[in-house]
């Protein structure tokens, strides 16, 4: 069982794969963690973020277990993971590990912005979970001591342009994927709802 959930960054997506990976028994895969990690070597080895063999040997060598999470969170690492996103030798050297993550028993979960599309576009279940770009900015806000949400705001409109107008694996909803506002849903409402489409069947 693969269950797909795209979507822009701060729609919820993470937060809802993770409890449903859970809910469920599945093993779950934040792949944007996976563009973070690339992004922070990319910065702490001085690389130019534009140049696309570099990058993908960095993807092509990464290995998970050697970052904390904590150091992947944050706005510019963010920022660096949406810009080394937009390589194509950077996506293809990710896409096994995605791919075989997804294969193994006794299911997966996986959040990211192409899993329905390109990554998985046979799973099971395809999600597309979003929200307005301001209650976006506002939940990072909410999480971010000491913020400033002018500041928020102009970081998530400037990633989603990059990761929507790029040429190879924009952002978008698959065409069999069940679109789920949560602008106004609490995360156990979008669980809810999740759920709900999952029981209902394929
Ligand atoms: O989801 P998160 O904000 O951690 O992702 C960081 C960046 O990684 C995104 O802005 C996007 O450019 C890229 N990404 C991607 N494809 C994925 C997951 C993330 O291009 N499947």
């Known amino acids: 069982m693969i269950i797909a959930i795209d979507g ?3 729609s919820g997506k993470g937060t809802l794969a993770r409890a449903l990976a859970a809910r469920l028994g599945y093993r779950h895969l934040d792949t944007g963690a996976l563009y973070r990690m690339v992004g922070l070597s990319v910065m702490r080895q001085n690389i130019d973020p534009a140049d ?6 960095i993807a092509a060598s990464l290995d998970p277990a050697a970052f904390a999470d904590s150091e ?8 660096l993971a949406s810009r080394v996103a937009a390589l194509p030798k950077v996506r293809q050297a990710l896409l096994a590990f995605q791919r075989a993550f997804a294969r193994r028993a006794p299911g997966a979960v996986l959040d ?3 899993i ?6 046979d799973a099971d279940f395809k999600f597309f979970i979003t929200a307005s770009a301001e209650a976006r900015a506002k939940r990072r806000f909410l999480e971010t001591p000491g913020a400033d ?3 928020i705001t102009a970081d998530i409109m400037a990633r989603d342009a990059r990761d929507s107008g790029r040429s190879t694996a924009p952002l978008r909803p698959a065409d069999d994927a069940t679109v789920i506002d949560t602008s ?3 995360p156990d409402e979008a669980l809810a709802a999740v759920l709900d489409r999952i029981a209902a069947g394929r």
């Open 8 to 10: 822009p960054s701060a």
């Open 112 to 114: 990211g912005r192409d």
């Open 184 to 186: 106004a849903l609490r």
């Open 149 to 151: 949400l002018a500041a």
């Open 116 to 121: 329905g599309t390109v990554v998985c576009p």
């Open 72 to 79: 992947l969170r944050g706005e510019a690492v963010g920022n």
């Open 52 to 57: 696309e063999e570099a990058c993908a040997a």
